[in-house]
């Protein structure tokens, strides 16, 4: 449901690439993050093998290996999970006025099922390792066709040992600029070709599986989980553009597997969101950015693609949103009945204006009148407990 708080609390809005700076600052952030990975890589030895696997620069620039990539996405999750970041005040995001509701629908959905996309971080890549490859436009002693998986894990290790024996090179630089420089000076190119498409092997499907318990996911949670990893990476290439045909793609797919299709669509985005948005750092002449694009476009493909049933969610939003606070304000006694009491008045016009006058202010819309000290006191106390039911801590 759309929270009552997103429209009536404002703060100021910070740029997207701004935002990740300061998740990345964030010692516990990563404290937590590198727990997460550096326990279930002691439990699982296919997720410890993937953490190694070397990143290309052009498409990942947060750092020289996977598991870089992997803590942001964490870090990103669990700011969510803590009140650290809001989507709403992500600059990129407020912009887009009108789509506040999907907004915090999608925050809300990774807060809600933080467990179901720490399973997402933790598989999406994890075929990468025995899929990856090598080419290079320069003379290099290094073999690149890489045929069989022995062979395979054979080049990423004289890759990771070419790498060790560059940053040692440059002991005091940050592993994000070693990482560059290594790339401009070998050029040396890294691919995974189909690495999506091989969490269908039964090796894989089995890890997924353990994970998906240790989280106590449901057997429809794994399915849908096996979806969203084998087609990760069509998420972004769909929407490089607007492309509203690209949504029927997903509701057929949901549709087809059993699925409630506006739930597929929204664990799609959070998906899209951790992995191309927030753990997909890139590297141009300006510097490191996050590339915001492909959430946009894919919200803006959803309204297009059904703008009448987007109009009839956002009706269903208003109206739930006003039964809900309706809820709040009996339940600590600012409805019509419990204010009679206060105000010691009858029905009437009078009361009318004096209701929607108070109303008004608790909503942030008017100032709020007064009555008396007294009663005063007593609406402020019970205003104060509306705000503590309504908002969530830290916002």
Not at 241 to 250: E, K, L, S, T
């Amino acid at each position: 449901m759309w929270r009552f708080e997103t429209r009536q609390k404002q703060t100021e809005s910070e740029y997207l690439n701004l935002a990740i700076v300061r998740l990345e600052d964030d010692v516990h952030l990563h404290g937590h993050a590198s727990a997460i990975l550096d326990g279930v890589g002691m439990q699982e030895p296919l997720i410890a093998q993937s953490l190694l696997t070397p990143q290309d620069v052009r498409y990942h620039a947060e750092g020289p290996v996977m598991r870089d990539h992997l803590s942001l996405m964490l870090c990103t999750l669990t700011a969510l999970c803590e009140g650290k970041m809001h989507l709403i005040d992500i600059e990129e995001f407020r912009r887009l006025k009108g789509y506040e509701g999907e907004i915090q629908e999608l925050e809300d959905l990774l807060k809600e099922r933080a467990a179901f996309f720490e399973v997402f971080v933790l598989v999406h890549d994890v075929c990468k390792w025995v899929s990856i490859s090598f080419s290079s436009s320069k003379e290099s002693t290094m073999f690149f066709e890489t045929p069989s998986l022995e062979e395979r894990f054979l080049q990423r290790g004289k890759y990771l040992d070419l790498y060790d024996a560059f940053a040692k090179f440059h002991p005091r630089k940050a592993p994000r600029e070693i990482q560059a420089e290594f790339y401009l000076v070998n050029r040396i190119d890294v691919h995974y070709h189909n690495h999506a498409r091989h969490i269908h092997a039964r090796v894989y499907q089995e890890l997924l599986e353990r994970l998906c318990q240790a989280h106590k996911l449901s057997d429809r949670d794994h399915e849908m989980l096996d979806d969203l990893v084998s087609h990760h990476m069509d998420f972004g290439s769909d929407f490089e553009m607007v492309h509203p045909q690209r949504i029927d793609r997903y509701i057929h797919l949901a549709q087809k597997r059993g699925y409630e299709p506006e739930l597929f669509l929204r664990l799609m985005q959070g998906c899209l969101f951790l992995d191309g948005v927030c753990g997909s750092k890139r590297l141009s002449a300006r510097g490191y950015w996050h590339d915001e694009s492909p959430l946009v476009h894919c919200l803006k493909s959803e309204q297009e693609f059904a703008p009448a049933r987007r109009a009839q969610k956002e009706r269903e939003r208003v109206e739930a949103e006003g039964r809900e606070r309706n809820r709040l304000l009996k339940e600590v006694g600012l409805d019509g009945v419990a204010l009679m009491d206060v105000l010691n008045m009858e029905p009437g016009r009078t009361f009318g204006l004096a209701l929607r006058r108070i109303q008004a202010g608790i909503l942030g819309k008017a100032e709020m009148p007064r009555f008396g000290a007294a009663i005063d006191q007593e609406i402020e106390k019970r205003v104060e407990q509306f705000y503590q039911k309504t908002f969530k801590k830290g916002e």
